[in-house]
């Protein structure tokens, strides 16, 4: 089944609004959460590290206040995305590693979103 | 020049064919090697990890080269359901951040 979880799958929001999408570690506590984009026929870059009980890391060139990151507890990280524009339209995906034991980065099944 | 470097493809092998893909990466310190793959509009999935000896998986087998900093994934006895994108993904010891290729469209025909 799976581990890490994303809601929702898919939605459609009118330019300007704003969207939050969720995404849930199942059965374990991820101090660390990452979140990335991924425009059609692109490989996934890496957005922002989301970490819990502070502020979240941001890569070069996303904009922290368009895409607000809010890890408040060890199994919920949010990332909304503020005053939405058409070219924000995109596969947003979350990762989380269950533990020090096990590499494996486990993936969210991901939320499409569009602008309209 | 790209961190990790994937041919896009397209490759379009016929059903029982072998195919190889290749990969490679520019820092030298990474230190953790995967190949992943994802399905059309989905999620990706951890195919294998690739060690320094080679790994195999059944019709998978996965070759890290250091030294060249290469990294290859072969598929022998190809399926039709091995129709997917393959995405050769680098990260750094202790560094949870994955670095993808731009991923590999494989298409197996009948």
């Known amino acids: 089944g799976a581990v890490v979880s994303q809601h929702p799958s898919r939605v459609i929001c009118k330019s300007g609004t704003s969207v939050k999408i969720e995404c849930r570690s199942l059965?374990?506590?991820?101090?660390?959460m990452f979140w990335y984009r991924q425009f059609p026929k692109k490989s996934l870059m890496l957005m922002a590290t989301?970490?819990?009980?502070?502020?979240?890391?941001?890569e070069q060139g996303v904009e922290k206040d368009k895409f607000l990151i809010n890890h408040a507890s060890l199994t919920l990280s949010t990332l909304t995305v503020t005053s939405a524009h058409p070219e924000d339209s995109s596969f947003y995906i979350c990762?989380?590693?269950?533990?020090?034991?096990?590499?494996?980065?486990?993936f969210g099944e991901g939320s499409w979103l569009t602008v309209v | 020049r790209k961190e990790v470097e994937q041919d896009p493809g397209p490759f379009n092998v016929p059903e029982g064919a072998t195919v190889a893909f290749n990969c490679t990466y520019s820092?030298?310190?990474?230190?953790?090697f995967f190949w992943y793959r994802q399905d059309c509009r989905k999620e990706p999935k951890l195919l294998m990890s690739?060690?320094?000896s080679g790994n195999e998986d059944g019709r998978f087998t996965a070759q890290l080269n250091r030294a060249s900093q290469y990294i290859s994934l072969l598929i022998r006895d190809s399926k039709l359901s091995d129709s997917a994108t393959y995405l050769c993904?680098?990260?750094?010891?202790?560094?949870?951040?994955?670095?993808f290729g731009t991923g590999t469209r494989l298409t197996i025909i009948p």
């Open positions: 690739v060690y320094s």
């Open positions: 820092n030298s310190a990474s230190q953790s």
């Open positions: 993904v680098v990260s750094n010891f202790g560094n949870e951040k994955l670095t």
């Open positions: 059965d374990f506590q991820a101090t660390t």
């Open positions: 990762s989380a590693r269950r533990g020090a034991s096990d590499e494996t980065i486990y």
């Open positions: 989301s970490n819990e009980g502070s502020k979240a890391t941001y």
